[in-house]
DNA sequence: CTGAAAGCGCTAACAT
DNA sequence: ATGTTAGCGCTTTCAG
């Protein structure tokens, strides 16, 4: 085990300076031939691998963004996370995955270990807006760019149009005949529920229905909270014929709470959720969708970062969402 | 915009040495009262947050473990990356996650990176383990454990009993009087697609079956191999009547390929699945899988790295993974 | 209990 | 082209 081989050990062996030794590795200006493959012979001899922490200490920063969103196993959070890693590996930088898990507490110690790092961006989708922790990175002159939630601040960020979204799927309900919409969304708190909501009511007053509180369901974006809300509203005395679900994880939950309540898709209920899912071709009926250009959500935030001038104000990025028609609207 | 608020700021704005501020920040030893309020009314108002790398210097070492798995979109993979966080969080580590998306290249990339930053330890799926990067971890002193795939070198490693589960697969569904089963299988570079197809083959053999090869296929262990296998196997002249699946993306490709076909399950085909997932009890008939212990491979991995003890013999361990009977598989 | 000083490994400026 | 030097921010002896 030879733990810390030093540039200076290097530079021993190739009897040569540090300096040649660094000025090797990084190319910085031209070193004579012969000392050159001396030092690359000694650096394979020894295995020498520079020590990243000296090295962001002299440059002052690290080649790296923090991403941090609210559930790494949101199918929706890892297709974005792939979009951001090719353009960020294609700019030279890393990155390194946070979790918050919907929490303030995660998501400020994340935000604090970003700051110690000083890492040279941070992506986030933001978990609780109201003491979400922009205001200390923003502090600390770490470029930053909100995704899927829209923040309070003024900063560069990229959303989809949710209310467009959500209006196309209740009209897309509508158009197909049935009769009483109903709208499953999450947590007033996040910015995405509000809005889907909003769509959904504008596409049912677009078509001159009533807005039955009674068919509106607040849940928390989870599946538990899907499943939970779709049995309230399903076995309510005037249950919806139809089901607009405001985002994956609940569309499972409903799913199988209309399973378990032996109610027929599409026959009886007509369903569209919001984000597609890898499964949403693979049950029965095959799932209609409003989908989100994950991918390139996730590789335009990270190209703000790339391309982020200091002096400039916020740019903000909003992306169309697809209706994705398949079965289970159809009736 | 403070971009840079050292130590020393803080030392001048409080009246003391820097070596006081440090005292005070890390509890390292007593410091007077006045003194220790004075320090921290001055990091608040300057907003100071120590330099990560510079500390990092100082110990030669960084509290972070690196998870090099190969899809960060793999259920599996996000589920086994949660446990490992729980509990290297319990210990104080942090984690950075790298997606090495089955490619050894990508691999060799983060290795290198955990070696530069000398992290604390790797948790590591193996791509591609005739090319594995592991003797350079570990000739730099670098603590590591292989998870899921076994490793070729003598390391500590979790792993599961994948015969034993695609044994019991396999026996359960010649239990439930399929006659023909068939197997879709991984590369045979990943060691648990030749365990869990030599399960199958055990399994067979122990009930007096022939060992058809026209049954058996190799595909990529994605979602595109399982569907162009499960078609080949499914259109060939004497198409076997229950399918063994090797991994869960496979599966999804297969029950594609099987409705495409107009195929019928379990009326005309019972089939089972490796690996648990989300949207195993959605589909439609709900699948029959072997779960693996996910979670629980993580917690045990992050465990190993915590309590390893750098004289002591690796340490290998083995879960057992369950058989969840739903109703792809009952005739 | 506290300050001064040295040094972790690396690189950029300055000499030569 | 190359070596010497200084210093990035922090912690840890070592004195006092």
């Given at each position: 085990?030879k733990?810390?081989?030093?540039?200076?050990?290097?530079a021993?062996?190739?009897?040569?300076?540090?300096?040649?030794?660094?000025?090797?590795?990084n190319?910085?200006?031209?070193?004579?031939?012969?000392?050159?493959?001396?030092?690359?012979?000694?650096?394979e001899?020894?295995?020498?691998?520079?020590?990243?922490?000296?090295?962001?200490?002299?440059?002052?920063?690290?080649?790296?963004?923090?991403?941090?969103?609210?559930?790494?196993?949101?199918?929706?959070?890892?297709?974005?996370?792939r979009?951001?890693?090719?353009?960020?590996?294609?700019?030279?930088?890393?990155?390194?995955?946070?979790?918050s898990?919907?929490?303030?507490?995660?998501?400020?110690?994340?935000?604090?270990?970003?700051?110690?790092?000083?890492?040279?961006?941070?992506?986030?989708?933001?978990?609780?807006?109201?003491?979400?922790?922009?205001?200390?990175?923003?502090?600390?002159g770490?470029?930053?760019?909100?995704?899927?939630?829209?923040?309070?601040?003024?900063?560069?960020?990229?959303?989809v149009?949710?209310?467009?979204?959500?209006?196309?799927?209740?009209?897309?309900?509508?158009?197909?005949?049935?009769?009483?919409?109903g709208c499953?969304?999450?947590?007033?708190?996040?910015?995405?529920?509000?809005?889907?909501?909003?769509?959904?009511?504008?596409?049912?007053?677009?078509?001159?229905?009533?807005?039955?509180?009674?068919?509106?369901k607040?849940?928390?974006?989870?599946?538990?909270?899907?499943?939970?809300?779709?049995r309230?509203?399903?076995e309510?005395?005037?249950?919806?014929?139809?089901?607009?679900?405001?985002?994956?994880?609940?569309?499972?939950?409903?799913l199988?709470?209309?399973?378990?309540?032996?109610?027929?898709?599409?026959?009886?209920?007509?369903?569209?959720?919001f984000?597609?899912?890898?499964?949403?071709?693979?049950?029965?009926?095959?799932l209609?969708?409003?989908?989100?250009?994950?991918?390139?959500?996730?590789?335009?935030?990270?190209?703000?970062?790339?391309?982020?001038?200091?002096?400039?104000?916020?740019?903000?990025?909003e992306?169309?969402?697809?209706?994705?028609?398949?079965?289970?609207?159809?009736?």
């Amino acid at each position: 085990v030879k733990g810390s081989v030093t540039i200076d050990d290097v530079a021993q062996l190739a009897r040569v300076s540090p300096a040649t030794v660094s000025r090797v590795l990084n190319g910085t200006s031209r070193v004579s031939d012969d000392k050159g493959s001396r030092v690359r012979s000694a650096v394979e001899q020894l295995g020498y691998e520079p020590f990243g922490p000296a090295r962001a200490l002299r440059h002052q920063r690290v080649r790296v963004f923090a991403v941090i969103i609210t559930d790494v196993e949101n199918p929706f959070f890892t297709s974005v996370t792939r979009g951001i890693e090719d353009a960020a590996h294609a700019g030279g930088y890393r990155l390194v995955l946070c979790n918050s898990d919907e929490k303030a507490d995660k998501e400020a110690t994340y935000v604090e270990i970003a700051i110690r790092e000083r890492m040279a961006g941070v992506v986030i989708a933001v978990a609780a807006s109201d003491e979400s922790q922009l205001d200390r990175l923003i502090a600390h002159g770490i470029p930053v760019v909100a995704i899927d939630r829209r923040p309070d601040k003024d900063i560069d960020s990229v959303v989809v149009d949710n209310r467009g979204g959500a209006r196309q799927a209740t009209a897309h309900l509508i158009e197909c005949g049935w009769k009483r919409v109903g709208c499953i969304t999450g947590p007033s708190r996040i910015s995405t529920a509000s809005e889907r909501l909003q769509g959904y009511r504008n596409a049912l007053r677009a078509a001159g229905r009533p807005l039955e509180p009674a068919l509106q369901k607040r849940a928390d974006y989870r599946q538990q909270g899907g499943y939970k809300a779709a049995r309230q509203l399903l076995e309510a005395p005037h249950p919806p014929d139809a089901l607009f679900v405001a985002n994956n994880l609940m569309t499972v939950g409903a799913l199988q709470a209309i399973h378990d309540l032996g109610i027929k898709v599409p026959h009886e209920l007509g369903i569209v959720g919001f984000d597609d899912s890898p499964w949403a071709e693979l049950i029965n009926p095959r799932l209609t969708v409003v989908a989100q250009p994950t991918y390139e959500i996730g590789r335009m935030a990270a190209e703000l970062l790339l391309t982020r001038d200091p002096e400039g104000a916020p740019r903000h990025v909003e992306l169309a969402p697809t209706l994705i028609v398949r079965d289970s609207s159809i009736r």
